[in-house]
């Protein structure tokens, strides 16, 4: 079946260092592919996503390029700040939009 | 624009009790979703409506969970009885059609003790 599995973490960073979070995926086809974050406290909110292969989502600092090579959608930010301490959680769409999540990835930034 | 209503946003009940959640979805979206989010795990699908019709709900454990969004709005999920197991949040989302993008409610905390 569809799967996700992303880095293990806690993952704790100082600001303004060089963040990669990995995400591999197993799947039929060539799934949408997300991440969503989730500050504390809050709901779940979409960061970027990629439709194909090749394609690059960005958003707010962060990029993500779909890799059909490798079945990966790493998350990469060059500066991270306090304010992206949450939990980012890689995503694929296994058809008519039913999403299959990976286990997240929690991450403090500290200054 | 209103976002995912989600009610209560915690919940204690003991283990053999019943619990219903509500979701109000964004105005407009057809469909909507509830999901489980047990502690440390990533959000698990559990049933999919289309306006007031379901589409999947091959991940709702039928003994004991039921859900129903009459009028193809507001949507409730009931668990009874409840077990330890069930602790967890329990996330509504809505997406509008063809667009895969969902979002998010709050969600709500439940503890079973």
């Known amino acids: 079946g569809n799967s996700v599995t992303q880095m293990e973490g806690p993952v704790t960073l100082s600001e303004e260092a060089f963040l990669t979070i990995n995400c591999t995926y197993t799947a039929t086809g060539y799934p949408s592919l997300f991440w969503y974050v989730q500050y504390p406290g809050e709901g779940l909110q979409l960061l970027l996503k990629?439709?194909?292969?090749?394609d690059k989502g960005s958003n707010k600092g962060f990029e993500a390029t779909y890799r059909k090579e490798t079945t990966s959608f790493h998350l990469e930010k060059g500066s991270v700040q306090v304010s992206d301490s949450a939990v980012y959680f890689c995503?694929?769409?296994?058809?008519?939009?039913?999403?299959?999540f990976g286990q997240g990835t929690r991450l403090t930034i500290n200054p | 624009e209103a976002g995912v209503a989600q009610s209560p946003r915690y919940k204690i009940i003991e283990k053999r009790q019943s619990v219903a959640f509500w979701c109000n979805p964004i105005?407009?979206?057809?469909?909507l979703y509830w999901y489980q989010q047990i502690l440390g795990q990533g959000p698990k699908l559990l049933i999919q409506?289309?306006?007031?019709?379901?589409?999947?709900d091959s991940q709702l454990p039928k003994d004991r969970f039921s859900a129903e969004r009459l009028k193809g709005v507001d949507s409730t999920l009931k668990i009874q009885p409840a077990k330890l197991e069930d602790s967890a949040v329990y996330l509504c989302a809505s997406s509008f059609p063809p667009y895969n993008e969902q979002f998010f409610g709050p969600g709500t905390r439940l503890t079973v003790l």
């Open positions: 990629a439709t194909k292969a090749d």
């Open positions: 105005s407009g979206h057809a469909t």
């Open positions: 409506f289309q306006n007031n019709g379901v589409v999947d």
């Open positions: 995503a694929l769409d296994q058809g008519a939009q039913k999403l299959v």
